[in-house]
């Protein structure tokens, strides 16, 4: 008993100095005085019902159109994609419809995807995005501003917020993506470097040259992790961003079975994130084993331990949600610890079963990965 009461302790020990990380982190955002010429690069395979979504916040961001250059890359789409994309680009000068070729280097999927359109860009700049995604209208200067241009020029990766919309259960994915991005934020914070997300990043020329490329790195399904790790272990600063102008808001994986497909290549790359975070995430996961070891259980050691641990996660996520300029009500934040709870044995289960990773229509083994 002694060991399950220590185990409590540092559990909310930790929580409570999470949620003191979350109120006291400046969150001022500088946006950058200079106004370099830019390279949106956007991978996309088989995102006709998505995409116009996304060029449509890209066409309203608040930057000079002229000092934009917007690469949408057609992956071998299957669908109406690139008709979807020439019909919105027909007026817009700043925006253009690549068609990806046969792999560079190393490189496949996504990140041969990428690597094509940073061949293709003029800019000094890229910033990352997916074909699921909406931007902030300030989202290029403030991200900018963090890249430190105005500056020494030393930081080589920086990543936004990102939250997904829709009904019930595309807000609970929302809230998903805030909690681990937010928990991610207060270490990289802390000086811990942990990883960028690829929805919504920037990555100056230089740092991407520094490693050769994605043409360069063998190939990893969780392409941004491995990106912002080779750049970081090439000696380049990083910065993590958590503020309603960097916010990218994603659509949701529409049924469970897509998200469990997300959920699952994901954990793909959680052998290659940094044993601090694999260790939070970890002993958040046995809290409830832990909890109701049936020998353990009591009254009202079980249910108080239960409800402290919820109102200390709905209080984080309240805070997270806020500094996004986001609200969601009480009862949201509730309901999202049944959601955690149930995903989260789905998923491990789902990871477990043999298989290959499906991901943008395309079929990956587990080995190659």
């Known amino acids: ?35 370099p010429r830019v390279s949106i690069l956007l991978p996309a395979r088989n995102e006709a019902h998505h995409i116009e979504r996304c060029l449509r916040s890209l066409a309203a961001l608040h930057y000079p159109a002229e000092l934009l250059e917007i690469l949408i890359g057609d992956d071998h789409s299957t669908d ?43 800019a000094d700049y890229f910033l990352l995005t997916d074909a699921d995604m909406t931007l902030a209208p300030d989202w290029v200067q403030h991200m900018l501003g963090a890249a430190d241009i105005d500056g020494a020029g030393r930081v080589g990766v920086v990543t936004g917020a990102t939250t997904a919309e829709g009904g019930l ?51 990893q399904i ?16 990083y910065r993590n961003l958590w503020h309603r102008q960097v916010l990218g808001v994603s659509a949701p994986q529409p049924t469970v079975q897509c998200l469990l497909e997300q959920r699952k290549r994901w954990m793909r790359g959680t052998g290659r994130l940094p044993w601090y975070l694999s260790g939070l995430f970890g002993l958040y996961g046995v809290f409830y084993t832990v909890l109701f070891l ?35 009500p009480l009862w949201m934040l509730l309901t999202y610890e ?20 499906r991901w943008k229509e395309r079929r990956y083994v587990w080995a190659e990965v």
């Open 1 to 35: 008993m002694l060991l399950v009461h220590g185990f409590f302790v540092c559990f909310f020990a930790l929580c409570l100095f999470m949620l003191g990380r979350l109120l006291l982190t400046p969150r001022r955002l500088h946006p950058a005085q200079a106004r």
């Open 80 to 122: 109406d994609t690139a008709a979807v994309v020439r019909r919105f680009i027909a007026d817009k000068p700043q925006f253009r419809l690549v068609s990806i070729g046969a792999p560079v280097g190393l490189a496949k999927g996504k990140s041969n995807a990428i690597a094509q359109l940073t061949r293709q860009a003029t």
């Open 169 to 219: 259960f595309g807000r609970l994915q929302g809230l998903d993506w805030l909690f681990g991005l937010s928990v991610i934020r207060l270490l990289s914070d802390a000086g811990l470097p942990v990883t960028a997300v690829g929805n919504n990043m920037l990555v100056t020329r230089q740092a991407y040259d520094s490693i050769g490329g994605y043409e360069a790195l063998a190939f």
């Open 222 to 237: 969780t392409e941004d992790l491995q990106l912002f790790r080779c750049i970081v272990e090439a000696g380049w600063d």
């Open 294 to 328: 049936p020998p353990l259980m009591s009254w009202p050691f079980t249910p108080l331990v239960f409800l402290l641990k919820v109102a200390l996660q709905s209080l984080f996520l309240h805070l997270s949600l806020r500094q996004v300029g986001r609200r969601e």
């Open 338 to 357: 049944y959601y955690l709870a149930i995903m989260s044995m789905m998923v491990l289960a789902y990871t477990l079963l043999p298989g290959h990773i």
